[in-house]
């Protein structure tokens, strides 16, 4: 069983930046593909970003060039560097873990998650 521990969210103003972390405990760090998921009310949960077990990055049209996504296996830890943050980017984001290794956008493929943290972007 994998715990998942996000930290890092808060408000941010025009333009700035966030980085979230989440920590991981209790599997092989190192297999897992990792996520970031991000949810706004009345809204389904998007994936925005990942990277593979391998190191390959995925991003989301909305936050490419904006968001980098990366992973410390030494530390099982997953970062997001979110800048220029917009209002749109607001939404509880969550960190996710995949036992198989490779991205798949869909929610459902993900094997554990993290409780979420909030982000709110300016309004």
């Known amino acids: 069983q994998v715990q998942l521990v996000e930290s890092g969210g808060g408000l941010v103003q025009a333009g700035g930046s966030l980085r979230l972390s989440c920590a991981a405990s209790?599997?092989?760090?190192?297999?897992?593909?990792m996520g970031w998921f991000r949810q706004a009310p009345g809204k389904e949960r998007e994936l925005v970003a990942a990277?593979?077990?391998?190191?390959?990055?995925y991003y989301a049209d909305s936050v490419l060039g904006r968001f980098t996504i990366s992973r410390d296996n030494a530390k099982n830890t997953v970062y997001l560097q979110m800048n220029s943050l917009k209002s749109e980017d607001t939404a509880v984001y969550y960190c996710a873990a995949r036992g198989l290794g490779i991205i798949t956008t869909s929610p459902e493929r993900w094997n554990y998650w993290g409780q979420g943290t909030q982000v709110t972007g300016p309004s």
């Open positions: 209790g599997g092989t760090f190192s297999r897992y593909a």
């Open positions: 990277i593979s077990s391998s190191g390959s990055p």
